[in-house]
């Protein structure tokens, strides 16, 4: 049975007397959490609170962008091995807006990856398309080649030992929503792609839906086949919002067990 995820992306949100709240309901979240599992991606400030506050509960943390540089001249940037000494468990690389607003190509989501892996942490890859490339029919190519892209840079092993998460980055903060249905197909779309390479790894690969999971939506979307949890934006920022949604999540884990 494949992994049930839920991933909060705070993005650049929060303050050190206002996380406490959500990380104490994170926890206890986690804590009702019977296979699913939840974890907080933060802003790096907060990477210290954060694995005080999670260290001895069932909630995992990690970063929501990452450098594919070891160490080096790059003011500004933060390593895989930063990250690993304040125990985080997963990084979020090639993120849409990385992508839109800092010119990330898939050649450096792929690097990015690879650094994660080489550390020991999870990946949690993003693809998904635009407005205007859903529009032209170019949604399978274009998430196509962001899979090839990692998974030539990674392989099969890799990709073992990572996660997917599809962002329809036209119903994120547009008014428009993607269906359950429209989500399931791109899901499977992405599995059927890992399966050309190995049916196994296909089978076991997490893949998470990103395009505004709500409270009010997860239990649908949690339903369809393919979508094994979601990469959860501004309703991580609602404590209660969160835990309905990890919690819908666990719901269909052990259904489907």
């Known amino acids: 049975m494949r992994q049930r995820l839920?991933?909060?992306?705070?993005?650049?949100?929060?303050?050190l007397p206002g996380n406490q709240t959500l990380l104490e309901a994170a926890a206890a979240t986690a804590g009702r959490l019977r296979e699913a599992k939840c974890v907080l991606c933060v802003p790096f400030p907060y990477l210290a609170q954060v694995q005080g506050a999670l260290m001895v509960t069932r909630a995992a943390w990690g970063a929501q962008n990452v450098s594919h540089h070891?160490?080096?001249?790059?003011?500004?940037?933060?390593?895989?091995?930063?990250?690993?000494?304040?125990?985080?468990?997963?990084?979020?690389v090639g993120h849409s807006e990385r992508r839109s607003l800092y010119g990330e190509d898939d050649s450096t989501v792929s690097l990015k990856a690879a650094a994660v892996l080489a550390e020991g942490m999870r990946p949690i890859v993003c693809v998904g398309e635009t407005l205007s490339q859903r529009e032209a029919g170019d949604t399978e190519q274009v998430i196509g080649n962001q899979l090839e892209a990692v998974m030539d840079r990674i392989g099969v092993q890799g990709l073992r030992k990572s996660v997917v998460a599809y962002e329809p980055v036209w119903a994120i903060g547009t008014g428009r929503?993607?269906?359950?249905?429209?989500?399931?197909?791109?899901?499977?779309?992405?599995?059927?792609?890992?399966?050309?390479?190995?049916?196994?790894t296909a089978d076991a690969l997490p893949i998470l839906y990103g395009g505004s999971v709500k409270a009010s939506n997860a239990v649908g979307l949690f339903e369809m086949p393919d979508i094994d949890g979601g990469l959860i934006?501004?309703?991580?920022?609602?404590?209660?919002?969160?835990?309905?949604?990890?919690?819908?999540?666990?719901?269909?884990?052990?259904?489907?067990?």
Not at 178 to 196: G, N
Not at 242 to 247: D, E, G, Q, T, V
Request: hydrophobic share 45%; proline share 2%; with cysteine.
């Open 6 to 15: 839920v991933a909060g992306n705070w993005k650049m949100h929060g303050s």
């Open 233 to 257: 934006g501004g309703a991580s920022l609602d404590a209660a919002e969160f835990s309905a949604i990890c919690l819908a999540a666990d719901h269909k884990t052990v259904e489907r067990a």
């Open 70 to 92: 070891p160490k080096g001249a790059f003011t500004g940037e933060v390593s895989a091995a930063m990250l690993r000494e304040f125990g985080c468990t997963y990084v979020i």
């Open 177 to 200: 929503t993607a269906s359950p249905e429209q989500a399931q197909a791109v899901h499977a779309f992405i599995r059927s792609s890992v399966a050309q390479q190995s049916r196994e």
